[in-house]
């Protein structure tokens, strides 16, 4: 349980996206969209640095937490009606699918 204080962003950010799914608030919706484009554009950039390669290494947390907050959020971001931001979810997923594949696997096929 020492990694719960490694993830302890994504947590609060989680609690963000559940209070923009009860109130729809303007201001929360950017917050989101502000860490959501940082999200992204960590995830696109992690394939491309090694730095942050050995950096993502270095935490505690287990990939299950990850992927599971990803699902609750898209859902949650999907029942919301933000589709835009439910899709920029989806590939932050998707791209931490493909960061978690072994470079062997990868290299066999």
């Known amino acids: 349980m020492n990694w719960l204080k490694d993830a302890v962003l994504d947590i ?3 609690g963000i996206i559940v209070a923009y799914m009860i109130t729809s608030n303007n201001v ?3 917050i989101l ?3 959501t484009g ?4 960590g ?3 992690y394939f491309f640095i090694d730095f942050l390669k050995s950096k993502a290494v270095k935490t ?3 990939n299950w937490f ?3 907050i990803y699902l609750l959020t898209i859902l949650l971001l999907l029942k919301s009606g933000n589709y835009y931001l439910t899709v920029s979810w989806f590939i ?3 791209l931490s699918i493909i960061a978690n594949i072994p470079k062997r696997q990868i290299a066999t096929k």
């Open 66 to 68: 990850y992927h599971s």
């Open 92 to 94: 932050v997923w998707i």
């Open 12 to 14: 609060i950010i989680f």
């Open 38 to 41: 940082f999200l992204l554009i």
């Open 60 to 62: 505690n947390v287990p």
């Open 43 to 45: 995830k696109i950039l």
């Open 28 to 30: 929360v919706e950017i």
């Open 33 to 35: 969209w502000v860490y």
